[in-house]
C-alpha cells in the first residue's frame, strides 16, 4: 500500500488560554511519511522563530531528500538507513541555522526550541527528538509514551528523587535539559519503532500532556480513533478546559494499513521513475 493510502493525519495547533500567540509550528508532508511538532521558547516572538525555523528546514530537506531515494537505501556518510540519517542530520542542520540566527539577530538571543518528528516508511516509525514534546502510542487500548523528556522533570524521576504522582504537580515542568537552538551542537535522540495497522500515534507539545492525564488522553483517543478530526479537536478543548496555561498542538497519525517499502526489480524501477 502506498504510504499516502496507509496513513490518515490530523493535525490542529490553538494559542490556549492565557497565551496571546502561538509558539508552537506544525508540518505534515504524506506523500513522504512525515510530521513534525517543535514548541518554540525565547521573548518577543523569538520562541516562534525558532519552532518554524525547525519545522521548515526539517520538513523541506527530508522531503527533498527522498524525492531521489528511498529511506530505505543506505547513507554514504554513516552506513544507517537513510531515513534514519535524515531525520538526525536535519535536526542538527535546524539547529546550527536557530543558533546562528540567535547570534546575528540581538532580538533573538536565547531562541530555541523542542522538536518531535516521525517518519514513517517500510512499516516503521523513526522518531527524532529533542526537548519535552512528546510522541505518543495508542495501540490497541495501550497508550504508550515512546519518547522520553529531556528535562528536569525526568531527570529527577529516573534518579529516584520524585514519585510519577509528585512530578505531576512540580513546578519544575517547563525546565528542559536539551533544545535546538541554544548551543552551537545538539545530539537528538533517534528510536526506531514498528508500526502496525491500527496504531495511532500522537505527537503534542507540553501544553497537551501538562494539562490533560495519560488516562484521559487515552480514553479519548481510545474512544475516538474513527474520527481523528473530532479527536483532536477533543484534546485540545479538554486541555483549554483544564487552564489551558500554554500553546496546545496535537498531530494524529493513524496507520491504516501496510506501507512496506518497494524492493529488488519493483524499488528500482520506482526510483528511475522518479528521475
Known amino acids: ?21 502561538n509558539e508552537d509550528s506544525i508540518a505534515q508532508e504524506l506523500a513522504c511519511g512525515l510530521v513534525v511538532l517543535a514548541d518554540g521558547m525565547g521573548g518577543y516572538n523569538a520562541g516562534e522563530v525558532a519552532s518554524g525555523i525547525a519545522v521548515s528546514v526539517v520538513a523541506t530537506e527530508v522531503c ?6 528511498s529511506p530505505t537505501d543506505r547513507d554514504e556518510a554513516s552506513g544507517e538507513e537513510l531515513g534514519v540519517a535524515l531525520l538526525r542530520d536535519n535536526i542538527q542542520r535546524a539547529n546550527a541555522s536557530i543558533f546562528h540566527a540567535a547570534q546575528s539577530q540581538p532580538q533573538y538571543a536565547g531562541m530555541g526550541t523542542t522538536i518531535v518528528a516521525g517518519l514513517f516508511y517500510d512499516n516503521r516509525v523513526v522518531v527524532g527528538h529533542v526537548g519535552d514534546s512528546r510522541m505518543y ?15 528536569l522533570l525526568q531527570e529527577q524521576i529516573d534518579g ?15 525546565l528542559v535539559t536539551r ?6 551542537e545538539v545530539v537528538p535522540e533517534i528510536h526506531v519503532h514498528d508500526a502496525l495497522a491500527g496504531d ?8 497537551l500532556n501538562d494539562m490533560v492525564e495519560d488516562e484521559d488522553i487515552q480514553s479519548t483517543l481510545y474512544a475516538m480513533q474513527g474520527n481523528l478530526p473530532l479527536a483532536a479537536e477533543q484534546l485540545i478543548q479538554m486541555a483549554n478546559d483544564n487552564g489551558g496555561r500554554d500553546n496546545i498542538s496535537v498531530m494524529l497519525v493513524k ?7 518497494p524492493r529488488g526489480w519493483l524499488a528500482k524501477l520506482l526510483n528511475w521513475l522518479k528521475k
Not at 1 to 21: C, F, W, Y
Not at 137 to 151: A, N, P, Q, V
Not at 200 to 207: F, K, V
Open 1 to 21: 500500500m502506498k504510504i499516502e493510502d496507509a496513513l490518515e493525519i490530523v493535525s490542529q495547533t490553538n494559542p490556549g488560554m492565557v497565551r496571546s500567540h
Open 64 to 69: 527533498q531528500h527522498l524525492q531521489d531515494a
Open 137 to 151: 502510542r495508542l495501540r490497541g487500548e495501550t497508550l504508550e509514551t515512546i519518547t522520553r523528556d529531556h528535562s
Open 160 to 174: 529516584g528523587m520524585i514519585s510519577v504522582e509528585d512530578a505531576r504537580v512540580s513546578k519544575n515542568k517547563n
Open 179 to 184: 533544545a535546538v537552538g541554544i548551543d552551537a
Open 200 to 207: 495511532i500515534y500522537l505527537l503534542c507539545s507540553d501544553g
Open 255 to 261: 496507520v491504516n494499513g501496510e506501507f512496506a517499502a
